[in-house]
């Protein structure tokens, strides 16, 4: 799926050159910020405004649905934050480094999906 998006987006962009355009992609949808200063110094407006987008600690990073209001937060609090549209490859690095499932009351790392289809299976999700 990601593939065939990535093959008609290069389509486009290859008609459009070919008469002549611009090709203007999509604005992304999703961002991943992250807190790359600590609290010393903070004003309460964007003490709040980091607190709002879950990032409490340095080096805490979230995902962020991009809309109107979230790009205006984001634009208030860059001194303090850094943010981009994350790929393909770097969710399912960050998914497998770092992800862990709750399997029979313990807390199990993500190794491969076939933990996640298991546990998604049983409840009838997958």
Do not use: C, W
């Amino acid at each position: 799926e990601y593939a065939a998006k990535e093959r008609e987006e290069l389509r486009q962009k290859r008609e459009a050159k070919a008469g002549g355009n611009y090709y203007v992609p999509n604005e992304a949808k999703l961002a991943f910020v992250i807190r790359i200063r600590g609290i010393n110094g903070v004003d309460p407006r964007t003490k709040k405004i980091l607190q709002l987008l879950r990032l409490r600690q340095i080096h805490n990073g979230v995902f962020i649905k991009l809309n109107k209001a979230t790009k205006n937060m984001l634009r208030l609090v860059e001194p303090y934050v850094t943010y981009g549209t994350p790929t393909l490859k770097s969710i399912r690095d960050l998914i497998y480094k770092r992800g862990h499932l709750k399997v029979n009351a313990q807390r199990k790392a993500i190794n491969d999906n076939a933990i996640v289809e298991d546990v998604l299976g049983n409840q009838g999700i997958i």
